[in-house]
């Protein structure tokens, strides 16, 4: 819904009413409101589900809008879905025609100022829908990475090309945290009706089979037919506006053909992908580097985490040894948070003693060291907690989803949570109310080979 005032909005909902009944041209103000599609989607009073339409959207609306004015909607009722004139209005009532009109401007008025306290209602709700189907953010803020966002953030809300962009970097450099806070920041604007976050795996890649299974399963009946799905799929994405991310993409990339068949959904839909590969040099893919961040960023990270886990106190240590710190990490962001969470156990001398001298090409190594180390310094309770989280999603898993997978008490629970997330370990997502916890695919693939022994 384009910016208006509620003078015009009112002005805007006058029009679609005179229009009732009338065959006219589309609203496009009432059209573009979430609410809109919320109404729009409820089933009819026999229970069948209609088209959406301007004239359905109207009678339903009036008729919610009864309940709280219920004169006012009772005229708007009378003037336009019935098509009364003001003069038996009037007649009815005993009172002036003249009154009818000011009552009639009053009740509009209200009404369009009831839909917009609707239509406020209905993008907050969907907002926070959207967001709790984001992954846990990685970083609470992303240092230096605030010109990428913007970047970022400026091509996904384009009604324009290009249609599938691609953020490649190293692991652990931030791509699924950018791509997280960019896609967070145009919720508000309700760019896109829907947000799908998908994470390929070894076991499970994102190829063009598994792909349309995944987008089927999320966005189509599962009665339709396996040779229906693909035109299906494809008008369905053609239809809604959506924005599809593809986290942890590898191979796929190295085939243009697999790229040029994303495109077969775009527009206005747009893919995302999140990967440590470029796209082969035919693809037809937007690529956006992550790049490791500098020594000032690098420092800021370090700052923001510190004071995140509660290690205010290491801060000038940390700000001493900065230059240390970023030799050995090369400027990664997991890397640093690491390095920062080993602070909860090790003095700085033996965090910096127990990484190696490494360069960029030796991210993996130092990777090895910082976890290597911070499981060693783990608790017991630490230890089982982050054993169990390989058997979590990326969507991440509730408090109660913990204690099942990892059978262990309230108390001790909520130990091994907060000293996972003080290590950097542990991701935390959603509100006061709702938590949910995930580890990063770093941690999960060094527990899988380096403490569980798996293939």
């Known amino acids: 819904m384009k910016a208006t005032t509620p003078a015009q909005f009112a002005k805007q909902v006058h029009t679609a009413l005179q229009s009732y009944g009338k065959r006219a041209k589309a609203a496009p103000a009432l059209q573009s409101l979430q609410y809109y599609k919320v109404v729009c989607a409820q089933p009819s009073r026999s229970g069948r589900r209609t088209l959406p339409s301007v004239e359905s959207f109207l009678r339903r609306s009036l008729r919610q809008f009864r309940a709280e004015q219920p004169a006012h909607a009772s005229l708007l009722t009378q003037r336009f879905v019935e098509q009364v004139p003001a003069k038996e209005i009037a007649h009815q009532q005993a009172i002036s025609q003249e009154t009818v009109n000011r009552n009639q401007q009053r009740a509009i008025h209200m009404f369009a100022d009831w839909l917009l306290a609707q239509e406020a209602a209905a993008r907050q709700q969907r907002q926070s829908e959207l967001l709790a189907s984001l992954p846990p953010a990685s970083f609470a803020e992303l240092a230096g990475g605030r010109a990428l966002q913007k970047k970022l953030g400026s091509l996904l809300s384009s009604d324009q090309l290009p249609w599938v962009i691609c953020l490649t970097g190293i692991g652990g450099i931030g791509k699924t945290a950018l791509a997280t806070q960019a896609v967070s920041s145009?919720?508000?604007?309700?760019?896109?009706?829907?947000?799908?976050?998908?994470?390929?795996?070894?076991?499970?890649?994102?190829?063009?089979?598994?792909?349309?299974?995944?987008?089927?399963?999320?966005?189509?009946?599962?009665?339709?037919?396996?040779?229906?799905?693909?035109?299906?799929l494809q008008?369905?994405?053609?239809?809604?506006?959506?924005?599809?991310?593809?986290?942890?993409?590898?191979?796929?990339?190295?085939?243009?053909?697999?790229?040029?068949?994303?495109?077969?959904?775009?527009?206005?839909?747009?893919?995302?992908?999140?990967?440590?590969?470029?796209?082969?040099?035919?693809?037809?893919?937007?690529?956006?580097?992550?790049?490791?961040?500098?020594?000032?960023?690098?420092?800021?990270?370090?700052?923001?985490?510190?004071?995140?886990?509660?290690?205010?106190?290491?801060?000038?240590?940390?700000?001493?040894?900065?230059?240390?710190?970023?030799?050995?990490?090369?400027?990664?962001?997991?890397?640093?948070?690491?390095?920062?969470?080993?602070?909860?156990?090790?003095?700085?001398?033996?965090?910096?003693?127990?990484?190696?001298?490494?360069?960029?090409?030796?991210?993996?190594?130092?990777?090895?060291?910082?976890?290597?180390?911070?499981?060693?310094?783990?608790?017991?309770?630490?230890?089982?907690?982050?054993?169990?989280?390989?058997?979590?999603?990326?969507?991440?898993?509730?408090?109660?989803?913990?204690?099942?997978?990892?059978?262990m008490g309230a108390a001790s629970l909520r130990n091994a949570i907060h000293e996972l997330h003080q290590r950097s370990l542990l991701e935390a997502s959603g509100d006061a109310e709702h938590k949910r916890y995930a580890i990063h695919q770093l941690t999960r693939s060094f527990l899988r080979t380096q403490i569980l022994n798996e293939d």
């Not at 896109?192 to 189509?220: C, F, G, I």
């Not at 599962?222 to 035109?231: E, G, I, K, M």
């Not at 991310?245 to 775009?266: I, K, S, Y």
Request: glycine fraction near 4%.
């Open 235 to 407: 008008q369905a994405l053609k239809n809604t506006p959506s924005l599809i991310v593809l986290d942890d993409v590898d191979q796929e990339l190295a085939d243009p053909a697999w790229v040029d068949w994303l495109h077969t959904f775009t527009k206005p839909s747009r893919f995302l992908i999140c990967s440590r590969q470029r796209p082969a040099t035919l693809a037809r893919a937007y690529v956006l580097p992550v790049g490791e961040l500098s020594a000032k960023p690098a420092l800021e990270l370090m700052s923001l985490q510190a004071r995140e886990v509660g290690l205010e106190a290491a801060l000038p240590a940390i700000r001493k040894q900065a230059g240390a710190i970023y030799a050995r990490t090369g400027g990664n962001p997991l890397a640093l948070k690491l390095a920062v969470g080993l602070l909860h156990s090790w003095p700085l001398s033996a965090v910096l003693e127990a990484l190696h001298e490494c360069n960029h090409a030796d991210i993996d190594t130092v990777y090895a060291d910082i976890f290597q180390a911070s499981w060693q310094a783990l608790s017991p309770q630490g230890r089982r907690l982050l054993l169990a989280m390989p058997l979590v999603g990326s969507e991440g898993a509730s408090l109660a989803q913990l204690r099942a997978i990892s059978g």
């Open 186 to 232: 145009l919720l508000p604007d309700m760019r896109y009706d829907r947000v799908l976050w998908l994470r390929a795996t070894e076991s499970e890649p994102l190829t063009q089979a598994t792909l349309l299974a995944a987008l089927s399963k999320r966005l189509l009946p599962a009665t339709l037919a396996a040779s229906q799905r693909l035109p299906a």
